[in-house]
């Protein structure tokens, strides 16, 4: 399925009315006089800046991270349930206590669908005392299957539940239509995170493979099938095919590459060998005219590879995956065994979250608006909506600016790009329409069959979008996430609650501190409709070429410098952030943090910022925006997000500072020093 939305921090890999203010606000200049900070101490340090984490005896322009970040760097722990740690992941354990509180009083109503869901998760003697047998049954219909386009059919069943299978699908808007909604197809069928797992020449990659065997097998055996091992590697075999036809990450976020229509025949005609009648009818989609195919190569590449697998295999292979899928809602024995694997091998996290982390993150994933309403009405007042819709309006207002001063676009271009913001939607905190569950059957000590009709509830809501006009309230995000997202087919930029909150933004903190922080994320969010991807997209949401060959050019000539830059930064020994796959949130970062920094400079009126403790306002802004990206991980984790992650790790993006002539003046850096680029060399494209 084609990701329209791009989110702002995605490791893994779907009241008052939001602000839509006409055109005309949204290009007026940005408000000056900066509002003063809300009577109060801030959250963090003095002025919203906690300034005991830096390490002042490294120079800013040797290593701006550790500057601001290294005392934080040194002192913290990554929790022992954590692959990764920052200011992001310590909202998110904020917020996961807040949305336990909410679970856990609403386990005490026997009517609250959320309160039994999370109480039939939290019954862990219940859980462990059926073990595999909840989906046995599932696993019988795979094993009686007697032909491959039976197999076919259970494959679709089976991913109207949850299971991953063969292909990506999904219902969307048309990307060259927004206006309709259309079946979304793409590769799909890995059990490991990416093609490179599987196909690299690389040492700790290799090292991995033969673990995965091992916990494929594991699967078989707790499936209770014999001869584990020998058809474990048949599986590994059957998935290195499926590898070697996928297409790479960098080629798969190409809006115009990734934008391929079929007819419902041309899957017959382009993908022999896969059995489609049965599979699109499972999935009630064969009478669809037309559908968005993202990587057609791989379609037809894993279609005959279906053709060329014995349908053993195949049937071994269905069965790990659909406990794979499940095994997190099975007993400690199976959750321990998926784990082991894809938690600690893989992201090299040494201990599973406790029991109600998981139960709150499963309810807040399968019944998220039910439980967001609960949210806002506790932990989200009007006050910061208010306040975070007032900066959104400022950094959208400094955007058209810097959109007005660029010289390197045609004018007639420029008065599209100018009418593109104006069209511009942001959604601040939670939805206008919240999602009805009502049809949702929950019932209780039944975990397993709560989250079968919990995700068959949310394929089939997606598919009654067929036909209908697009619901432009949709979120795709809860309030209760830690992220934000730019959906370029809507033409809006969405941010959940939850990270309305310091450090990205603190009302009682200096406008600096939130400039560099929440300002520079709301850039980085709204220049994503104007990064490599994004620019492609017209005012209504519509993939076309609207700009002239010669902006194309320019605009190219200007991105390959940042591709460069980062291609140039090694986390790892042997391992380089990939410039290409990161050019949009790197884009996203520079653009969000220049057009944030404009906005900060003119909501002064001209005035001086004052000085707090020593540091100015535009140090205070810049090193707002390192606080938030401190961040540590554990190795296996930075390598998969090297390999499969659009965004770079923490250090790199605060490292855009490099790309901003003001940083250099704030922090006095000169020729010699490590992160220092002459004039020519600071990337700026918008």
Do not use: C
């Not at 009083?105 to 005392?129: E, T």
């Not at 694997?341 to 709150?360: A, C, D, I, M, Y």
């Not at 975070?388 to 008065?415: C, E, S, Y």
């Amino acid at each position: 399925m084609r990701a329209a939305a791009i989110m702002l921090l995605a490791s893994t890999m779907f009241g008052s009315a939001a602000l839509a203010a006409a055109p005309a606000l949204l290009l007026q200049p940005v408000a000056t006089g900066a509002a003063p900070a809300v009577a109060g101490a801030p959250t963090y340090g003095s002025f919203g800046f906690d300034d005991t984490g830096m390490d002042k005896s490294v120079k800013p322009g040797d290593n701006f991270y550790d500057y601001a970040n290294g005392g934080w760097d040194k002192t913290t722990q990554i929790p022992q349930d954590r692959s990764s740690y920052g200011m992001f992941h310590k909202l998110q354990d904020l917020s996961l206590a807040r949305t336990r509180t909410i679970l856990e009083k609403a386990a005490q109503d026997r009517n609250s669908k959320i309160g039994l869901f999370y109480a039939s998760f939290m019954d862990q003697a219940s859980v462990d005392a059926k073990g595999i047998a909840p989906i046995k049954p599932w696993l019988a219909d795979i094993k009686a299957a007697p032909t491959k386009a039976a197999l076919a059919a259970e494959l679709a069943k089976l991913e109207r539940m949850g299971v991953g299978g063969l292909f990506g699908s999904g219902v969307g808007p048309d990307d060259k239509d927004p206006t309709t909604y259309i079946v979304q197809f793409g590769q799909a069928g890995l059990g490991l995170p990416d093609r490179d797992y599987y196909l690299k020449p690389d040492a700790a990659l290799a090292k991995i493979r033969p673990q995965y065997v091992a916990y494929v097998a594991k699967f078989l055996t707790l499936a209770g099938e014999p001869d584990a091992d020998a058809r474990a590697a048949a599986i590994m075999a059957f998935e290195t095919k499926l590898a070697q036809v996928h297409w790479t990450r960098i080629d798969s976020r190409d809006a115009d590459k990734t934008y391929n229509k079929w007819t419902r025949a041309e899957f017959d005609a382009k993908a022999p060998g896969f059995p489609w009648k049965p599979y699109l009818t499972g999935l009630g989609i064969d009478a669809q005219p037309t559908f968005l195919v993202a990587q057609p190569t791989a379609l037809t590449g894993e279609a005959a590879i279906f053709a060329q697998t014995p349908l053993s295999v195949l049937k071994d292979y269905l069965l790990v995956r659909t406990v794979s899928s499940y095994a997190k809602y099975l007993s400690s024995d199976i959750v321990a065994a998926n784990f082991a694997f894809r938690g600690t091998v893989l992201s090299g996290t040494p201990e599973n979250q406790v029991r109600w982390k998981r139960g709150v993150n499963l309810v807040s994933n399968e019944m998220g608006e039910a439980v967001g309403q609960d949210y806002v009405a506790a932990y989200f007042p009007p006050e910061a909506k208010a306040a975070a819709d007032a900066l959104v309006h400022n950094i959208i207002a400094a955007f058209g600016q810097r959109i007005r001063a660029v010289t390197w676009m045609d004018p007639a271009t420029k008065q599209k790009a100018l009418a593109k913001l104006a069209a511009f939607t942001p959604k601040i905190g939670y939805p206008t329409k919240w999602r009805d569950y009502s049809t949702l059957v929950i019932k209780p000590g039944d975990l397993v069959g709560n989250v079968s009709r919990a995700e068959a509830f949310e394929y089939q809501r997606n598919l009654n979008k067929l036909g209908h006009p697009i619901d432009r309230t949709e979120w795709g995000m809860t309030p209760m996430e830690i992220n934000a997202y730019a959906n370029p087919v809507m033409n809006e930029i969405v941010f959940p609650a939850a990270i309305l909150q310091p450090p990205f933004f603190d009302p009682k903190a200096d406008p600096a501190v939130n400039y560099g922080g929440i300002g520079a994320v709301i850039g980085h969010e709204l220049s994503h409709h104007f990064d490599d991807q994004g620019r492609k997209y017209d005012l209504t949401g519509k993939l076309t070429d609207w700009w002239t060959p010669q902006d194309v050019t320019r605009f190219t000539a200007l991105t390959d410098e940042l591709v460069k830059q980062y291609d140039a930064y090694e986390p790892l020994p042997g391992q380089h952030v990939q410039g290409a796959l990161t050019l949009g949130e790197n884009m996203a970062d520079l653009n969000g943090l220049k057009t944030s920094y404009d906005a900060y400079k003119l909501s002064l009126g001209g005035k001086a910022a004052p000085v707090l403790d020593g540091f100015t306002g535009d140090e205070r802004f810049y090193l707002g925006w390192a606080q938030v990206w401190r961040t540590k991980y554990r190795e296996p984790q930075l390598r998969q997000q090297l390999l499969t992650d659009p965004h770079s790790p923490g250090q790199q993006r605060v490292d855009e500072v490099r790309n901003m002539d003001p940083w250099y003046k704030a922090f006095d850096v000169t020729k010699g020093e490590t992160l220092y680029l002459a004039p020519p060399e600071r990337v700026q494209v918008w």
